[in-house]
């Protein structure tokens, strides 16, 4: 029973190029949830999807920052443009409900992407 | 919006000690979860408790919505259990993680 899937692990750009970060959810489940953390910080909510929708992206750059969930395949964290201070490590999660609507709501982290921007 | 604090925010045991990590929060949660940052950085999932008291092991975790607080107990420390302890909340669907408890266990 895989857990969630990210990749790349570790991932280097030059500033100005793009970076872009997939992550497979449990089997079975269909919210995604993308987190940032800083060095020395928490984790810190960028954006939820289910498929093909978008729900709330409040955390999230209003630039150059993108995230989908297709109904085929991974979902993608694009950023465009990297500067240094996007360096961090991305973590998805993923949960088997509807957190909006039902309590339950355990969500399960991948092992992250690790961002270096040069 | 909520505030999430961890207290301590450092602390080292002798292997074998024990300890408790407390997790305050500012306002009414549906779920809470402790969660462990290994030194490589990944995220383990330790508990997923809204209410209540569960046990796993040598951890244990007891938490009293009404009064917002969570306690994680880890007794018999190891060296393993080093790393970075987490408590997150969600209320909308969104985890809010504290600052986290940096544990170091000494051999």
């Known amino acids: 029973n895989a857990g969630v899937m990210q990749n790349p692990r570790h991932l280097v750009r030059r500033r100005g190029q793009e970076a872009r970060l997939r992550c497979s959810p449990m089997?079975?489940?269909?919210?995604v949830y993308w987190y940032r953390q800083l060095p020395e910080e928490g984790l810190k909510f960028m954006v939820y999807l289910q498929k093909e929708n978008i729900i709330d992206e409040s955390g999230m750059p209003k630039e150059r920052f993108s995230a989908e969930f297709p109904k085929e395949g991974p979902s993608i964290l694009r950023i465009q443009q990297v500067v240094r201070g996007d360096s961090a490590a991305y973590f998805c999660?993923?949960?088997?409900?509807?957190?909006?609507?039902?309590?339950?709501?355990?969500?399960?982290f991948g092992p992250g992407t690790r961002l270096t921007v040069l | 919006g909520i505030q999430v604090e961890q207290s301590p925010p450092d602390l080292i045991l002798q292997e074998g000690a024990n300890s408790t990590l407390r997790c305050n929060f500012s306002?009414?949660?549906?779920?809470l979860q402790w969660f462990h940052q290994n030194p490589w950085g990944q995220l383990i999932n330790l508990f997923y408790?809204?209410?209540g008291t569960k046990q796993n092991g040598r951890l244990s975790a007891t938490t009293v919505a009404t009064e917002r607080y969570s306690l994680l107990y880890i007794s018999s420390s190891q060296t393993t259990d080093s790393g970075v302890y987490f408590c997150a909340v969600e209320r909308t669907y969104k985890y809010i993680f504290g600052t986290g408890t940096r544990l170091k266990v000494l051999a």
């Open positions: 306002d009414s949660v549906n779920n």
């Open positions: 089997k079975g489940h269909s919210h």
């Open positions: 999660a993923s949960s088997p409900v509807q957190g909006r609507k039902i309590k339950y709501n355990e969500q399960f």
């Open positions: 408790i809204p209410s």
